[in-house]
């Protein structure tokens, strides 16, 4: 999807089409943009004057002074995404959803032939334009492997279609420059500029063990293949972390206020912990502060996933949190085993207070959030956020928080 989220507040909302428009996730009590946040998507209206993804509001005033600041709602996204699945669906089963505003086909059969995997490219565009409205654009990209189908749909955004074909490979990619490739920033750039590597042609002159040597592990001659049009399963992934962080609105940026936000992100990620069949055996909190400076602490912890002992440990932590203005707050669970891998609870007000647990997340998955939850957060804090990866059910409950 192009711009989703801008887009998104276009379809939603016709007064913004064809205007510049910037989603912000921290609107103040007065109902206006934080000037501290910053815009999580920009529409492609705004993108000539320079204003782009994590450009902060003041910033894009200064360099769009018409651009729409809206307030992101992300139950709106989320209903959106799921409706535009049903959609796509009318004309390709969906084979995985890989975020909120991207999701691959496979094709099979004579649908690989390029005439026609090109006319089922342009089926998904009618098919959306159909349901919602012009507002509401894809870039699709056909390609042996999903990798070279992600490029592709890069190539001409937005309400692109672009197709890589075996017989043009390499060729067709030399023009890219190295960040062009998903994944190839920061740390794994600097990999390829140690191994000389500058321009996509080097690259794939390297063989299957220099690429490997450059990643530093198989992984690399994975990629070697994948840039080749090979087309290979997923790579199993494992989740090692799991967290939440929220930016501070200005009238919840001391310290008391603070304390009850980020107990509101870790009790929401306790709850994930267990919904998600995991345990964690450390406990990391940080804050960004005001006007400049970090603080943090992290605790081990024998393999848990309850409530109750993660907001102990999160609450002797906070006892050397600095007297401070906070901007951002964090909870983030690691060193995560499987719940099935790691000992469960040995004595019975142990596993009495598991069976608490997950009696608390019944209730609050029927009746919502509120129902019941530590009287020390504050509930109307932290409204949902998108993972990257994981996608609200749009019936859950915490979806209306």
């Known amino acids: 999807m192009d711009a989703f989220f801008a887009s998104a507040e276009q379809h939603l909302r016709p007064a913004l089409r064809g205007r510049p428009v910037g989603v912000v996730p921290v609107f103040t009590a007065a109902g206006r943009p934080a000037e501290t946040s910053c815009c999580i998507a920009v529409s492609y209206q705004a993108r000539p004057s320079g204003v782009k993804t994590g450009t902060l509001v003041r910033e894009a005033r200064r360099l769009c002074p018409d651009i729409r600041f809206v307030h992101a709602r992300p139950a709106e996204y989320v209903r959106l995404h799921h409706a535009i699945l049903q959609a796509v669906d009318t004309v390709l089963p969906v084979d995985r959803v890989y975020s909120i505003d991207e999701f691959a086909c ?17 089926a998904v565009k009618q ?15 056909i390609a042996p492997n999903r990798l ?9 955004k937005p309400d692109g279609l672009s197709l890589i074909e075996p017989s043009s490979l ?36 390297l063989s299957s063990h220099e690429m490997a040597r450059v990643f ?37 940026r001391g310290p008391d206020e603070a304390r009850r936000v980020l107990v509101r992100l870790l009790t929401k990620a306790a709850q994930r912990l267990r919904r998600e069949g995991y345990r964690a055996g450390e406990l990391v909190c940080a804050a960004r502060l005001l006007p400049g400076g970090h603080w943090s602490r992290r605790t081990l912890l024998p393999p848990t996933n309850s409530t109750r002992v993660l907001l102990t440990a999160m609450g002797e932590q906070w006892t050397h949190a600095p007297d401070a203005r906070y901007f951002v707050v964090a909870a983030t669970l690691q060193r995560l085993t499987p719940a099935g891998h790691a000992a469960g609870p040995l004595f019975e007000d142990e596993r009495g207070e598991e069976r608490l647990d997950r009696a608390v997340d019944r209730i609050n998955a029927r ?11 504050d509930p109307a804090s932290a409204p949902m956020r998108i993972a990257f990866s994981t996608i609200p059910d749009p019936h859950l409950p915490d979806l209306h928080a």
């Open 216 to 252: 530093g592990s198989v992984n690399g001659e994975r990629w070697w293949m994948l840039i080749r049009g090979f087309d290979l399963p997923d790579g199993k992934t494992v989740r090692r972390t799991l967290g939440h962080q929220h930016v501070l609105p200005p009238d919840k």
């Open 367 to 377: 009746f919502g959030y509120a129902a019941i939850r530590p009287a020390s957060c």
């Open 106 to 122: 496979r094709l099979l059969g004579s649908e690989r032939e390029p005439a026609r995997a090109a006319a089922l490219g342009h």
């Open 148 to 156: 070279l189908a992600k490029i592709a749909a890069d190539q001409h």
């Open 127 to 141: 098919a959306l334009c159909t349901r919602f409205s012009r507002a509401l654009t894809c870039s699709i990209g």
């Open 170 to 205: 390499p060729q067709c990619l030399y023009s890219l420059d190295l960040e062009d490739w998903p994944g190839i920033s920061g740390p794994m750039r600097r990999r390829f500029l140690h191994a000389g590597v500058t321009t996509t042609a080097q690259m794939y002159a």
